[in-house]
């Protein structure tokens, strides 16, 4: 029997830190929403980029600092921030860092 739902009891158990680099992985990609989780070691980057959807990031352990448009936040625990499509942002991780990354349908 399958079920209309997917559970996660706790994201961070699904996301292990590395010791080097940047792990990610796809938890869920339906109805037009992916929800990709990023396990950053202390340290690691990714670099500014844009993405042709619009997204949520959401940090859920550590810290580190995220940018969007010409704008900077600490990325600490809770952490949350909507993007339009095509908005240039980076993250760099202080610490070791997990954060979810919601890939929303795309704008009409």
């Known amino acids: 029997m399958t079920t209309p ?3 996660f009891p706790n994201l961070l158990a ?3 830190v590395p010791a080097r680099g940047i792990h990610s992985q796809t938890l869920s990609d339906e109805g037009g929403v992916e929800l ?7 340290g690691e980057r990714l670099s500014e980029h844009t993405s042709a959807r619009p997204a949520i990031i959401h940090i859920l ?3 580190g600092d995220l940018t969007a448009g010409d704008d900077e936040w600490a990325a600490t625990p809770g952490a949350w921030l ?3 499509a095509k908005t240039r942002h980076s ?6 860092l997990v954060m979810a990354l919601y890939l929303l349908p795309r704008e009409r």
């Open 14 to 16: 699904e996301a292990p």
């Open 82 to 84: 909507r993007m339009p």
């Open 5 to 7: 739902h997917t559970f």
């Open 91 to 96: 993250l760099v991780a202080r610490t070791p």
């Open 36 to 42: 990709v989780l990023f396990a950053f070691a202390a």
């Open 61 to 63: 352990s550590g810290e």
